[in-house]
């Protein structure tokens, strides 16, 4: 088998969510008053080992602010660990909250071209694709009209079809998405199917744990950005859930 | 298949920096105009108008430093303010760019600096298309001299570098410091009121004066006017100090944006 993501010794400290607050002004008044310290940083992913090989369907599972989606950052290569290796082999497709890159102000067919160009691709390339995208998402009748102008169900499915026009070599999923009505999410869950073929990797976070247990047969069990567990599905999710039960307990 | 034709995600940074510039840039027009291209040219409006104004105020009182010549006065008034105009427009556009594409960059891996880039990018095509061919005929008329028509792209080439430099310390400085924008605004004034727009350099008192070199858009001012307006060859001199000083500032901005780049994602 052929490795396809290593993670090693990887650690991460953030800046802290009220730094969100600090301005100029509070800056140079602090100083000036002599009260000023540096922005205090969180360890958020810590000593994190990871080794993923080609084709495998790894899930990522643990409590709400575990480090989950930043693990998915840093692999992504949005992110960069402050300390630690981590190496990535072959193409990855983010697929991202949908319609996170859409400018509501642009028509369809320029925002297609936008994005395709985000996600890596050539304008070239993207023009002629559109044809394709706009068939997959039902929406020829809107190319020349602004995104602004579509209903939100109409959003998600141009996002869902750029975003797997693709044939990446790794494919990351944060959270599971349904798009539109029943039909069209049959005819995703058709293309997903395909995306999900051998030779993909697939790197997946989600609370859904039926839909986990289904879709993956590795998962990572996450904690204060600290890996808990590796292992196979059916143990892990089993282990996760008793462990969340006693915290319920507790809590009584 | 998901995807009938064969993907060739091969591109070498340069050719992916330079499409994504290419689509930013249109998206930044596009959005700005809603598609009609005459949209650009209200952008004409302003510096005319102010033009105008100037004129109307200032005119009388300051034409014997032009050459006792009204006509003077404003086209050296215009000048001006087509670079002020430029340099404020773009670079208050560049200090919004880095953080409103916050959510984009937590989603995608993208260069940071494209979006500085791509909004001092579509002023410059605004420009191409509104002001250059004014300024372009006005130089023809005075000079008639092809020399001073090339010439004249050296001092807008150390504007856009300029605007490029402070473009990339505003973005920067603006995802740590979310009030910067009413401080830039007071910068903004000082910067416009010490270029000789529509005063003659001649009247600041000489201990001011001396202040005066901190302000980058002075040399361009005066190597715009003397290439188009004073009729004579190019001077090297004003061109070596822009260029030079432009650059200068360019390097600054760039090597802030870099080396504050790693702390931004922590914060958008």
């Known amino acids: 088998m052929q490795e396809v993501i290593r993670l090693e010794k990887v650690k991460l400290w953030r800046r802290t969510q009220e730094e969100f607050s600090y301005d100029l002004k509070k800056t140079v008044l602090s100083i000036a008053a002599g009260k000023y310290r540096q922005p205090a940083k969180k360890l958020v992913l810590n000593n994190v080992d990871l080794v993923v090989e080609k084709g495998e369907k790894v899930g990522i599972i643990g409590a709400n602010g575990s480090g989950k989606s930043t693990i998915l950052k840093v692999i992504c290569g949005i992110l960069k660990p402050s300390s630690g290796k981590v190496r990535v082999r072959g193409e990855i497709a983010p697929l991202i909250e949908l319609g996170a890159g859409f400018d509501p102000n642009l028509s369809v067919i320029d925002n297609i071209i936008l994005y395709g160009v985000m996600l890596g691709f050539s304008r070239w390339e993207m023009k002629q694709r559109v044809g394709l995208i706009l068939e997959f998402a039902e929406l020829e009748d809107y190319a020349l009209v602004p995104v602004k102008g579509l209903s939100s169900g109409m959003v998600a499915r141009l996002g869902f079809a750029i975003a797997t026009d693709v044939q990446p070599d790794i494919l990351i999923l944060d959270e599971v998405f349904s798009v539109g009505d029943e039909r069209f999410k049959q005819k995703c869950q058709y293309r997903m199917q395909q995306l999900w073929d051998e030779k993909t990797t697939v790197l997946l976070v989600s609370h859904d744990l039926d839909y986990v247990k289904e879709a993956c047969e590795v998962l990572i069990w996450l904690e204060k950005g600290e890996v808990r567990m590796v292992g196979g599905t059916d143990e892990i999710i089993d282990l996760y859930l008793i462990s969340s039960q006693t915290k319920k307990s507790t809590i009584k | ?268």
Request: aromatic share 14%; with cysteine.
């Open chain 2, 1 to 268: 298949m998901a995807s009938t034709l064969p993907t060739h995600r091969t591109l070498s940074m340069i050719q992916r920096y330079w499409e994504l510039l290419y689509v930013l840039v249109s998206r930044n027009i596009k959005v700005r105009y809603r598609g009609s291209l005459v949209g650009i040219y209200w952008s004409l409006l302003n510096p005319l108008i102010m033009t105008g104004l100037y004129t109307a105020i200032f005119g009388a009182t300051f034409a014997e430093y032009f050459n006792n010549s009204i006509v003077d006065y404003v086209l050296a008034a215009f000048t001006g303010l087509v670079v002020i105009h430029f340099f404020n427009g773009s670079t208050s556009q560049a200090l919004l760019s880095v953080v409103e594409n916050g959510v984009l960059l937590n989603k995608i891996r993208l260069p940071m600096s494209i979006f500085p880039m791509s909004m001092v990018g579509a002023n410059v095509f605004q420009f191409c298309v509104g002001m250059l061919p004014l300024l372009l005929i006005v130089t023809w008329l005075k000079s008639h001299s092809l020399i001073s028509l090339l010439a004249l792209f050296l001092p807008l080439i150390s504007l856009v570098w300029v605007c490029m430099g402070i473009g990339f310390l505003l973005s920067g400085l603006y995802v740590f410091y979310r009030d910067l924008g009413y401080f830039y605004e007071l910068v903004r004034f000082i910067l416009g009121i010490s270029s000789p727009v529509f005063y003659p350099a001649e009247i600041v008192p000489e201990a001011v004066a001396k202040f005066l070199i901190l302000n980058p858009l002075i040399p361009i001012i005066e190597s715009i006017r003397q290439i188009s307006l004073s009729g004579n060859l190019p001077e090297l001199s004003l061109i070596g100090k822009s260029l030079i000083s432009s650059l200068i500032i360019w390097f600054l901005g760039w090597s802030c944006f870099r080396w504050w780049q790693e702390q931004y994602m922590d914060l958008l």
